[in-house]
């Protein structure tokens, strides 16, 4: 009703091209300062929400970016993995990020399925901004229930260090990567398993 008010003024002011009387012009600059006032509330309110997030957990947020990385390589989606990687990506300490991308978009074109079974065997946080995380993987061009079933199919079983860097999301800053071979892979796996069992 109070908006229904402040439009049918106008309009009978528009349409009569009269100016609107001294009352009417108080009534104006109310509504006006009163508007401007509700937006900065509003404003306020809603930076405040967006703060209040809850507490960080930077172990759960690093094994999110990991287990996205994963699905992305999965659904042969570059687009996913582009913004996981920093602007300053550094792989084996010489190629670069649009390298790296490049290199995986050859992969994805080479092969016609990948599946991917990984475990993280060590995760820490030299800073709170800053993660350390090895990862084995094996991937293969067809689902693989455990680390023992990459044996005979030729799949690629590879070591990952990753360091990750927090700058209001996580993202992957340097990588290195090496191949395993399979009993090496399936102790790495074993003992993963063995510490998420282990933890409260």
Known sequence: AFLKKMAAKEIAMVATANKPSAEDRIFMMSFSQGSRASSVLILLCLIATGCKRGPRDPDAEVRAVVDTFERAVEGKALGDI???????????????????????????????SIHVLSRITSLSFPTPDSASVVVYAGLAGRAVESPGGFAGIGANLMRFHFQLSHDGEWRIVRANWARVPLGDFVRAAKSALQGAEASP
Request: hydrophobic share 30%; no cysteine.
């Open 82 to 112: 582009e913004p996981l990687l920093g602007e300053t990506f550094k792989g084996k300490g010489r190629y670069d990020r649009k390298k790296v991308l490049s290199m995986l978009r050859i992969h994805f074109l080479r092969r016609r």
